[in-house]
């Protein structure tokens, strides 16, 4: 068993997109930042407003989710494409071309997905469990948070999903959730610590960011161009968020996996 090396796995990342960055930035922006910022522009939020009991937040998010799945699950699944190209780029010694890893990310897609509905499916009795259980003793809002602390040893487990799925060793997202089980065994704890830093330094720049945008595009600009233009600049910094995370998804695959984590330019 590996025992994951948090500032080995951030250096190799590092690493890794400063090597691609001519590259990764507009499969960024095209698998990530586009369908972002569409959701966010086209998308209508929710209905829900304050002063609506238990009964009218549900009808509200039923009729939500009714008039905009399909174009929810369309803009979920182009990042997944995105997050596999990418890990298809970094993982992949023989130096993929652009095209070739696009192409390997629609194939194990499907798999990708599969993994990911498999392990919801299988957390969501826990959850409903614990959030029933402790509910009765608990505040509503307390038992749900409890529950959701005690999926992230779950989540971590399966992480790796893509990165295994973009090697091509595993086809299978059965075989991929195995695997995953068997690459984080002993290193949920410090996984969860390290993408949990990483994931918080991120919230305290994106909020200095755009508490700062907020104030120019006031002052600027007002109504509907304000909102895009803020969209765009949030989408902006979460996409770049996201090539980082991906990063950091395949330098702990390549380490707990015995791989070599010094990559050079990876794309050919």
């Not at 409903?128 to 989540?155: E, F, N, S, T």
Request: aromatic share 8%.
């Amino acid at each position: 068993m590996t025992t994951l090396d948090s500032s080995t796995a951030w250096s190799s990342a590092t690493r890794m997109v400063a090597a691609n960055r001519d590259v990764l930035a507009p499969i960024a922006g095209v698998f990530f930042f586009l369908p972002g910022l569409i959701g966010a522009i086209f998308v209508p939020a929710p209905a829900v407003q304050s002063g609506m009991n238990e009964a009218q937040m549900i009808d509200a998010m039923q009729s939500y989710y009714a008039g905009s799945l399909p174009l929810l699950i369309l803009l979920s699944l182009i990042p997944m494409a995105g997050m596999l190209t990418m890990l298809v780029a970094m993982i992949d010694a023989s130096r993929p071309t652009i095209g070739e890893a696009i192409r390997r990310s629609f194939r194990a897609l499907p798999a990708y997905f599969a993994g990911q509905l498999l392990v919801a499916l299988a957390l969501t009795p826990a959850v409903l469990l614990i959030v029933g259980l402790l509910g009765a003793v608990l505040p509503a809002a307390l038992a749900v948070a409890i529950a959701m602390a005690v999926l992230l040893w779950p989540v971590m487990r399966t992480m790796l999903i893509g990165p295994i799925l973009a090697s091509g060793r595993e086809r299978s997202p059965i075989a991929a959730i195995r695997e995953s089980m068997r690459l984080t065994r002993g290193n949920s704890g410090r996984m969860l610590a390290f993408i949990g830093l990483a994931g918080f330094l991120f919230l305290v720049v994106y909020g200095l960011v755009m508490m700062v945008v907020g104030v120019v595009l006031v002052l600027v600009s007002g109504g509907e161009p304000q909102r895009v233009l803020a969209e765009a600049i949030s989408g902006v910094l979460i996409a770049a968020a996201y090539t980082y995370f991906v990063a950091i998804l395949a330098a702990i695959h390549e380490q707990l996996a015995g791989r070599d984590t010094t990559p050079a330019s990876t794309f050919g």
